[in-house]
């Protein structure tokens, strides 16, 4: 059974460093063909694709966001780690965590975190 | 950027009625699309994949179509449950979202 948990702030400040914790089970990241993605949408608003990481740690982001996202992976703690820089408030936004399979078939993303809401104000 | 654009933005409809929304794609993505469907406070749920292909568990109401730059979703009789908002998804060239169709109750 796949499950993914988004953790971290709630609340950051503008111009603040915010750093999200995707901590997963029932799959690893060592494995071929296997990613996860973080996806955000602001209220009321459709959703973005902000950074997909791979098993073989081949990193795609946004273009739109590429210089304010870093992503990276923990194989052995089963976690991905996403940090943006100079947060705005239009940022604000529930940020989700995704699992991707790039096999055949490729389902995109497939199974999803809960989400978690962080608030940019000051 | 492959911008995906969905109409309508919005939907009213009955319980029983067949509803098509439509994607359509900036740049031939062939069939790497795929539908979500999200409610109020949930993450999105996969529908279909490959732009045609029917997720497990999903009930078989639900269909895709298309290919190139045109994409359906169409729900042949739709129930209760089914009133939410609904995302294709592009994956041809990193991954983009279109804007939603909410589906509301006529």
């Known amino acids: 059974q796949i499950t993914l948990k988004e953790s971290g702030p709630t609340l950051v400040k503008p111009t603040q460093t915010l750093t999200l914790t995707c901590t997963f089970s029932g799959f690893s990241l060592s494995t071929s063909g296997v990613g996860v993605g973080w996806i955000r949408q602001p209220p009321g608003k459709t959703l973005e694709c902000l950074a997909v990481?791979?098993?073989?740690?081949?990193?795609r982001y946004s273009p739109s966001l590429k210089s304010r996202l870093t992503i990276t992976k923990d194989t052995s703690k089963n976690q991905v780690v996403l940090t943006m820089t100079n947060m705005d408030p239009v940022d604000t936004a529930t940020y989700y965590c995704a699992h991707r399979l790039i096999a055949s078939p490729d389902r995109s993303f497939d199974y999803w975190g809960q989400g978690t809401l962080v608030t940019v104000s000051s | 950027d492959i911008q995906m654009t969905q109409s309508p933005s919005t939907l009213s409809a009955s319980v029983g009625d067949r509803v098509t929304i439509t994607c359509r794609a900036s740049?031939?993505?062939?069939?790497?699309l795929a539908w979500y469907q999200q409610k109020p406070g949930k993450a999105p749920k996969l529908l279909i994949y490959k732009a045609s292909s029917l997720e497990s568990g999903v009930p078989s109401r639900f269909s895709g179509s298309g290919s190139g730059t045109e994409f359906t979703l169409t729900i042949s009789s739709l129930q209760p449950d089914d009133f939410a908002t609904y995302y294709c998804q592009q994956f041809h060239s990193y991954l983009t979202f279109g804007g939603g169709t909410k589906v509301e109750i006529k």
């Open positions: 990481i791979y098993w073989n740690d081949d990193k």
């Open positions: 740049q031939s993505i062939s069939t790497w």
